[in-house]
T-cell receptor
């Protein structure tokens, strides 16, 4: 079964507006971490934000926030005040802690975001 | 503190040749991970190493692929007798020792392998 699902087609957003990128996950591990990475056209992987399964509050990092709904197993990324430089692929990833604190990341297939001027 | 270093950034090989990809983790990081990204796909885990030990190789193809992380020097991902299907971006990531239960992985810039 797919552990990380990102099914949105290419997303478009107007500059300065907010956009939500969807991510659902599947795990039976009670302890896990959720990550979002950005991959611009240059190819590098840039860490954006992290949410732990036991965190009481939704994670925020500058213009990035994570809408974590544990019961629905979703961890959507919200980007506020979009900028042209936000155009990139965005990947959701998960680490299951019971397999080890330094265990592998499982990635979704990614979502392409294009910001329009 | 320099980030994760990978070289070469681009590598071209003919079918049947060997490819050696190198990864130097961030200073103080003893955990190294290799991932492969096929075109239009997410990253797929290959192998996780800690100094001189392979911890998890569940994502490594059974043949032609090997990885090491020696006591001294970079981690090496080796692909023998490359085929066109090996063309992909190979990313290395490193993480520090356990801290607060969750460790972020820091990624290198990747090596783009093209097999002709």
């Amino acid at each position: 079964a797919q552990k990380i699902t990102q099914t949105q087609p290419g997303m478009f957003v107007q500059e300065k507006e907010a956009v939500t990128l969807d991510c659902t996950y599947d795990t039976s591990d009670p302890s896990y971490g959720l990550f979002w990475y950005k991959q611009p056209s240059s190819g590098e992987m840039i860490f954006l934000i992290y949410q732990g399964s036991y965190d009481q509050q939704n994670a925020t990092e500058g213009r990035y926030s994570l809408n974590f709904q544990k019961a629905r197993k979703s961890a959507n990324l919200v980007i506020s005040a979009s900028q042209l430089g936000d155009s990139a692929m965005y990947f959701c990833a998960m680490r299951e802690i019971s397999t080890g604190a330094n265990s592998k990341l499982t990635f979704g297939k990614g979502i392409t975001l294009s910001v329009r001027p | 503190n320099a980030g994760v270093m990978q070289n070469p950034r681009h590598l071209v090989r003919r079918r049947g040749q060997e490819a050696r990809l190198r990864c130097s983790p961030m200073k103080g990081h003893s955990h190294v991970y290799w991932y492969r990204q096929l075109p239009e796909e997410g990253l797929k885990f290959m192998v996780y190493l800690q100094k001189e030990n392979i911890i998890d190789e569940s994502g490594m193809p059974k043949e032609r692929f090997s990885a090491e992380f020696p006591k001294e020097g970079p981690s090496i991902l080796r692909i023998q007798q490359v085929v066109r299907g090996d063309s992909a971006a190979y990313f290395c990531a490193s993480s520090p020792n356990l801290r607060d239960g969750i460790n972020e992985q820091f990624f290198g810039p990747g090596t783009r392998l093209t097999v002709l």
